[in-house]
């Protein structure tokens, strides 16, 4: 593979002109789609900490492609290469999935010179996002509230079950757990859905994780 980098044919067949304006057309169509997911977004987690990675993520994904479809043995290095990196995260919503796609697509896109379809890509999200958010806000789905549990297990409470406890303190059905993960180090993040915030008192879930012997926690509110 050494000798492939070095190669001086291997750096004549990438238009740098081009990559340099891909590169910026890319940051902009990336901004471009962080601004809409922070705004339009039902997300319960932090958006603002999730979409801050979209133009490292897009970049990252347009210099693989652009390395790799000049020489097609480079290509079968960079895929053993990759395989061997494992992504542990709590993404589990789908509407994180999608931008996450959306955003690869652009990246490929603008590295495959379609620089247009990439444009239309990001068009065809800002519109499904604003459409989607007037959707729900004339069905009322806005009024629900999201729940933010945040928590530190130790071997004495870790195989108790959180959510079944917590679920326990509403009998009305207000409360849904929507995300969940868990760390080798016993932090646990929980996220519930709150239809009806009269019925669900904080205090109460407070004196429940207290009563489990749970001494580090936080709770957070957001819309």
Known sequence: ?????????????????????????????????????????????????????FVLFSISIFLIVTTIKSSLALSLGMV????????????????????????????????AEKEFLAIIVVLVFVVSAIFNKKSNKNEGVSAVKYLLISLQLDEENRDTDIISEL???????SLKCKNFY??????????????????????????????LDIKQFSLKMID
């Open 80 to 111: 053993g290469a990759l395989s061997i990196i494992r992504f542990r995260t709590a993404i589990k919503e789908p509407e994180q999935l999608i931008y996450f796609l959306g955003i690869t697509g652009v990246a490929i896109a603008i590295a």
């Open 182 to 211: 868990e760390d080798d180090g016993g932090n646990l993040r929980l996220t519930f859905s709150v239809s009806n915030t009269e019925v669900i008192n904080t205090l109460k879930i407070k004196q429940k994780i207290r009563s």
């Open 1 to 53: 593979m050494e000798d492939l980098l070095f190669k001086s044919d291997f750096y004549e067949d990438i238009n740098y002109a081009r990559f340099v304006i891909g590169i910026i057309l890319l940051i902009l169509l990336s901004k471009t789609l962080q601004f809409v997911y922070r705004k339009y977004s039902d997300s319960p987690t932090n958006r603002k900490s999730f979409s801050s990675i």
């Open 167 to 173: 679920m326990n303190i509403d009998n009305t059905g």
